[in-house]
């Protein structure tokens, strides 16, 4: 519900929806970089993001576990990709990573 009520305020101006624009094409040069990088790749699920804050948050708790090469998040997407090394690190404990923040992971 909360979710739902920032969103609709952050969508009521134009350049809001330009920056949301930009936000897009900027997760997509980002999961296109992970895609790229060395390691296994994993997609999860992300509910709960409203904006580029939130994506960074996610993007920090990722990068910071051990063993992860690459981290992209895209907040209106719902998703994050990452790029990590499975002789460190498994997706089991990405997801929980992901969870440290406050938003809602899950399998894809
Ligand atoms: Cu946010």
């Known amino acids: 519900m909360l979710t739902t009520l920032l969103f609709a305020l952050n969508m009521t101006t134009t ?14 040069d980002a999961k296109a970089e992970v895609e790229a990088s060395e390691g296994n790749k994993a997609t999860f699920k992300v509910e709960g993001m409203t904006c580029g804050g939130c994506s960074s948050k996610v993007i ?37 990573a992901i969870n440290t923040t406050g938003f809602a992971g899950s399998n894809s």
């Open 60 to 96: 920090a708790a990722l990068q910071g576990v051990d063993g992860v090469h690459a981290a992209a998040v895209d907040y209106q997407a719902g998703t994050a990709t990452v790029a990590f090394d499975p002789a460190k690190v498994d997706e089991a404990k990405l997801l929980e």
């Open 15 to 28: 350049e809001a929806q330009a920056c949301a624009m930009a936000d897009a094409q900027a997760a997509a």
